[in-house]
């Protein structure tokens, strides 16, 4: 099941894929030069001036959109970044790839980076921290920046899932060094694949986008201000860049439809017993993809999930670090999952097995999300409305999900 950017796709879609085609079928040379001309710039202008940052570069997915960014901030070997416990794999991932070393800290009942906790983890050897606006909210982003003030990291923020969410009247992505979204199939604007990076940094813009093509300075120009780097094949397609276009026109208009849903969802659910709404940094500015109950009792939360078909946040198997046998097997000192890294880089061995963060176990355990915009199993929120529900069908499932709750009520 998709985010709400999919049922969104209309005529301004397939309008601009049939220009790309169009423009594709009289002469291949159009798209030699990564001018005004061609979808990819254009997109990257319209994101740029939506968001509100000097620089916006289109990359085929959220996680190229994260390796770009990493070298962009010069991240590699003998570097830190502290990572929340909750997140995708490709935040991790992301990072290992890069040759640095991720530490995982708490997630507060936000259930994104516990402020406190990164603190805590907070070495001589960390480079930056990667807050994940996890279920389309935001971080607590005035403590995060504080701390990397104070202590000269970066921030990156991955803001693959909160697209067009902001922070006391900022869109995230432009709160630290840079930022990263995803433009896949469960966003909130999508173009089926492909993602893009924010930043205000002319040298971190030079070095993800050399990195990100063949080694080329912006726009395709042989030398430039920067480092020069050897770079991949990591853009945004031309017929990706189409949809997202017209997909960037709509977010104001799918951010209102999701957040009306929402709304009416929490409204009608009301007030229940043992259970709260996760904390919200910034409730007017996020997304409102989610709605997150937060129990007193994981059993209490296992059950209600189990009678809606969904599953407590902590079942993910891919966004909770205790799920992630490869994650564990790497901290152990197993480096094929981690295939081009040096081996005995880093401090070794680290703990990255479930238990690591009881915090997180605790809170993720006792959280069932359910959808309101984005539709995702893997995320544990397959239950729930959509852009594209009635005020009937709202209705039901806010009655549905109240009888699950007190129906398995057990303390
Ligand atoms: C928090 C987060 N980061 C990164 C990504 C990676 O994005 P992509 O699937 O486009 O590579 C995702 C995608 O699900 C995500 O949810």
Same mark, same amino acid.
């Given at each position: 099941m998709p985010g709400p950017g999919y049922r969104?796709? *209309?005529? %301004?879609e397939r309008d601009n894929v049939l220009e790309v085609l169009d423009r594709w079928q009289a002469g291949r040379e159009a798209f030699d030069d990564p001018g005004e001309g061609v979808m990819v710039r254009r997109? %990257?202008?319209?994101a740029a001036?939506?968001?509100g940052a000097a620089h916006c570069l289109g990359v085929n997915s959220g996680t190229s959109a994260l390796v770009a960014a990493l070298v962009g901030l010069g991240i590699g070997p003998g570097d830190e970044v502290i990572v929340p416990g909750y997140m995708f794999v490709a935040s991790i991932a992301s990072v290992l790839h890069c040759g640095a070393d991720v530490v995982l800290a708490e997630i507060d009942e936000s259930l994104t980076l516990d402020p406190a906790d990164v603190r805590a983890k907070i070495t001589p050897r960390t480079k930056a921290i990667m807050p994940v606006h996890m279920l389309g909210a935001p971080a607590d982003m005035t403590a995060l920046r504080a701390l990397a003030a104070e202590h000269g990291l970066h921030i990156l923020e991955d803001c693959a899932q909160s &697209?067009?969410?902001?922070?006391? @009247? !900022?869109? =995230?992505?432009? =709160?630290?060094?840079?930022?990263?979204?995803?433009?896949?199939? +469960?966003?909130?604007?999508? &173009?089926?694949?492909?993602?893009?990076?924010?930043?205000?940094?002319?040298?971190? +813009?030079?070095?993800?986008?050399? +990195? /990100?093509?063949? @080694?080329?300075?912006?726009?395709? !120009?042989? /030398? *430039? %201000?920067?480092?020069? =780097?050897?770079?991949?094949? =990591? *853009?945004?397609? %031309?017929? /990706?860049?189409?949809?997202?276009?017209a997909q960037l026109g709509k977010l104001d208009r799918i951010l209102e439809r999701v957040r009306a849903v929402k709304r009416r969802l929490v409204e009608r659910i009301g007030d229940l017993p043992d259970v709260r709404r996760r904390t919200l940094h910034d409730a007017a500015g996020e997304c409102g993809t989610f709605a997150v109950y937060v129990f007193e009792h994981a059993k209490h939360a296992q059950d209600v999930a189990g009678r809606i078909g969904a599953k407590p946040l902590s079942d993910s198997p891919t966004h909770h670090y205790g799920s992630l046998p490869a994650l564990a097997a790497f901290g152990r000192g197993d480096r094929s999952v981690v295939p081009f890294r040096a081996p005995g880089a880093g401090r070794w061995p680290r703990d990255y097995e479930r238990g690591a963060l009881p915090r997180t176990d605790d809170i993720l355990a006792r959280s069932v999300a359910l959808a309101t915009g984005v539709s995702d199993g893997y995320l544990g929120a397959g239950f729930g409305v959509h852009a594209g529900s009635s005020e009937a069908e709202i209705d039901e499932v806010a009655r549905e999900f109240r009888r699950a709750v007190t129906g398995t009520r057990t303390v």
């Open positions: 969104f796709v *209309g005529q %301004e997109f %990257e202008r319209a001036t939506r968001f &697209a067009g969410a902001s922070y006391r @009247g !900022r869109p =995230l992505g432009t =709160l630290g060094a840079a930022g990263t979204f995803s433009l896949n199939h +469960f966003k909130v604007i999508t &173009a089926l694949q492909g993602g893009f990076v924010l930043t205000d940094d002319p040298l971190v +813009f030079q070095r993800a986008y050399s +990195f /990100h093509d063949q @080694g080329w300075f912006p726009y395709r !120009r042989d /030398h *430039g %201000e920067g480092d020069p =780097l050897l770079g991949m094949n =990591l *853009g945004l397609g %031309e017929l /990706h860049a189409a949809v997202a276009l």
